[in-house]
């Protein structure tokens, strides 16, 4: 490598440190457990022309795994005209999700039930993926962990 590059790399912020010699700073960025709640609740924003039957919304550092499965639940919910979801950049990690509801049903609650109904789906899984493990590992004759 040029010495000339080798010494850029050198002056950038982060170059030459070690991880270990990171970690402080990210304790403290990071805080206590209610600063996080509180920066996680600021990954969802409405996009703008949103009204009670009808909203977008972009999710920070998301991509196709919660765009999908969150789409495949909530168009599972009756009260539910369309929901789609969208990538608007390769590069960047936003995923824009579009709710369309019937005329009664409140679109804001659709997507708290949409997460409910999600969270609950993932615990099945969770659940049905244990169970056959610890039969395998029974027939087996491992020891069965929790």
Do not use: W
Not at 11 to 30: N, R, V, Y
Not at 35 to 46: G, V
Not at 66 to 87: D, H, Q, S, W
């Amino acid at each position: 490598m040029p010495a000339s590059a080798h010494s850029q790399d050198e002056s950038m912020p982060d170059a030459g440190s070690h991880p270990h010699e990171q970690e402080p700073q990210l304790e403290e960025q990071m805080g206590d457990e209610e600063n996080m709640i509180e920066l996680d609740a600021q990954r969802i924003t409405i996009l703008p022309g949103a009204i009670e039957t009808a909203a977008s919304f972009q999710f920070d550092r998301e991509d196709h795994t919660l765009g999908n499965a969150l789409r495949y639940v909530i168009m599972k919910n009756p009260e539910v005209e369309f929901c789609g979801y969208t990538m608007p950049h390769p590069s960047e990690a936003k995923m824009n999700l579009r709710i369309q509801t019937f005329d009664s049903t409140n679109v804001f609650a659709v997507l708290e039930k949409g997460f409910d109904d999600l969270m609950d789906l993932c615990d099945v899984v969770t659940e049905t993926f244990v169970e056959a493990k610890n039969s395998f590992a029974e027939v087996e004759g491992q020891p069965v962990s929790t």
